[in-house]
């Protein structure tokens, strides 16, 4: 965003020191006919009378004359061109085309990736039109990413549906983050969402009488899905028998109304699902790793209906609390690298950290020490030493970031463990890149001087795990089925979540994985 503001504020600064352009639009854009377009035609002189008289021959109006070019814009009926390019006067004539910002760009996180939802918007189903529920702290009001259509406010502490926590902020980018708002992306990105809030700053104050409230909210509002990322017990404590009777007959009834319920199934490793997740109307989703294992943390047993990536997972954090990354090659035209920063990683100042780069391979020390890798970014591959590893023994080695790219096609999110290295030092920025990208850079090192930089300062995106990081995955899922059927009932959208998942432990269902990890793209061609 800051490079994009700065060619702007370039752009301003030139036209403020020149006379203003002589503006020929007659008629303006917006009352030109159906039938014209936008061309730049450029003369191989200045253009004059002559000029203007030739495109109003054929139909069209100048729109804009040039100051430091001979050239000027016009809307012409579409098919005359050929007319124009016909007189002598005339050097040549080009359609007009779009610009894209040079700013960060958006990354589709791996958990959106693995369940395909890329390849369910290809099917042209986006979520459009469904309303989604996030039942949790609320949804920051001020993120760029995320648009908030309405909601309800339980807590009362003047923040309205805003987020002052994180928690439901991260929860809804993974479900809805916008697409083009070039942070992340959401896996039903066109999703309308709805904040009920019922927990404060600290995720406290909720309590079930607030939480059948918002049921109730949701179903006199018309949510057509609502997702859970919390859970509840006795004293605190996930029990496998239900703790409350007026909590199952809410959620009963909000489902026969037609809503579908997504909860997280808990992160306490325990061999039975926790509650809410555990009621039959609810859909319970467990959490599942880059390499489809379930995750350490998530609750398994008999209530169990799917899996979602819950591991390390990268969407919406509240705006100046995340992180913000970014990673171009300034001797090859500062391309832009998509570059995913690693949990722990350290920050870099606001101007980033430009170095050379050396390609250290598995990133060991004597990786790093054949690389001469002091003062230096080094490229390193996954696999081998943990990812603590390499970025320690680079430090060792005097170098300055640390690149890790996949060894498998795509991204993924990596993490430090630990705020610090084991002797208790502050990590160097170190970030993940792709496969491919980890390729080019090697080509790139290898055929000459390779120059980096590398930009990790606070911004709103961050990286959590848990089935809370689950189970909007699943919710997602189902908001893109309904938006290709919304007539569907909760029953039929649940059975087509179950017969699209990847079947991942013993065929069949399991208590670990259940009917296995969704998959949108399956989930939508499946739907009728």
Same mark, same amino acid.
């Given at each position: ?10 752009? %301003? ?13 007659? +008629?303006? #854009? ?65 359609? /007009? ?38 039942? /949790?702290?609320?949804? /920051? ?49 066109? #999703? ?6 019922? !927990? ?39 029990? +496998? ?8 007959? #809410? ?19 325990? +061999? ?72 722990? !990683? ?75 290295? %084991? ?55 189902? !908001? ?9 009932? +909760? ?33 939508? #061609?499946?739907?009728?």
């Amino acid at each position: 965003m800051k490079r994009l503001a700065v060619l702007l504020g370039l752009v %301003t600064v030139a036209a403020a020191c020149e006379p203003n352009p002589v503006d020929l639009t007659t +008629p303006s #854009a917006s009352t030109t006919a159906a039938a014209n377009k936008v061309v730049i035609v450029g003369f191989s002189s200045t253009p004059g009378p002559a000029a203007t008289a030739l495109i109003t021959a054929v139909g069209g109006t100048v729109r804009q004359r040039y100051k430091y070019i001979p050239a000027v814009s016009a809307s012409i009926p579409s098919g005359t061109e050929d007319v124009l390019r016909a007189d002598a006067s005339v050097a040549y004539v080009e359609d /007009d085309f779009a610009m894209v910002p040079l700013g960060t760009k958006q990354t589709v996180d791996w958990g959106v990736s693995k369940i395909d939802a890329p390849g369910a918007w290809a099917l042209g189903f986006r979520g459009q039109g469904i309303k989604v529920g996030i039942f /949790d702290s609320g949804i /920051d009001v001020d993120h760029p990413d995320l648009a908030i259509a309405g909601g309800i406010d339980l807590v009362g502490d003047g923040n309205g549906l805003d987020d002052c926590n994180g928690h439901g902020t991260h929860v809804a980018g993974i479900v809805a983050a916008r697409d083009g708002s070039r942070h992340t992306v959401g896996v039903a990105p066109s #999703a309308l969402l709805y904040s009920m809030r019922f !927990a404060d700053c600290d995720w406290a104050g909720a309590t079930l009488e607030k939480m059948i409230q918002a049921v109730e909210w949701a179903i006199d509002n018309g949510m057509d899905v609502v997702n859970m990322s919390f859970g509840f017990g006795v004293q605190g404590v996930s029990v +496998p028998i239900s703790p409350s009777d007026a909590a199952e007959a #809410a959620f009963n009834e909000a489902y026969a109304r037609g809503i579908v319920l997504v909860g997280a199934s808990g992160n306490s490793s325990t +061999p039975w699902v926790g509650y809410p997740a555990a009621y039959e109307s609810v859909i319970a989703v467990g959490a599942t790793d880059d390499a489809d294992l379930i995750a350490s943390f998530s609750q398994t047993g008999e209530d169990q209906e799917v899996t979602a990536p819950g591991v390390n997972n990268l969407a919406s954090y509240l705006v100046g609390q995340g992180q913000s990354t970014t990673l171009t090659v300034p001797t090859d035209n500062n391309r832009e690298l998509e570059a995913i920063a690693l949990e722990f !990683a350290g920050m870099t100042r606001k101007q980033g950290i430009t170095t050379n780069a050396v390609y250290a391979n598995f990133g060991t020390a004597a990786d790093y020490a054949a690389a001469s890798c002091a003062g230096k970014t080094a490229v390193v591959m996954r696999g081998g030493p943990t990812f603590a590893q390499k970025v320690e023994e680079a430090m060792n080695a005097g170098c300055v970031a640390v690149i890790i790219h996949n060894h498998s096609p795509g991204n993924f999110n990596g993490t430090l463990g630990a705020a610090t290295t %084991t002797d208790g030092r502050p990590w160097i920025p170190a970030v993940s890149i792709t496969l491919d990208e980890g390729l080019y850079l090697k080509d790139q090192i290898a055929a000459r001087t390779t120059r980096t930089t590398l930009l990790n300062v606070a911004g709103n995106l961050a990286i959590l795990s848990g089935t809370s990081m689950a189970s909007p995955h699943a919710a997602g899922v189902a !908001a893109l089925v309904l938006s290709k059927n919304p007539a569907l009932t +909760p029953d039929q959208v649940r059975a087509i979540l179950r017969a699209s998942s990847v079947d991942l432990g013993p065929a069949g269902w399991d208590p670990v994985f259940g009917y296995g990890r969704v998959q949108a793209r399956n989930a939508v #061609a499946q739907t009728p």
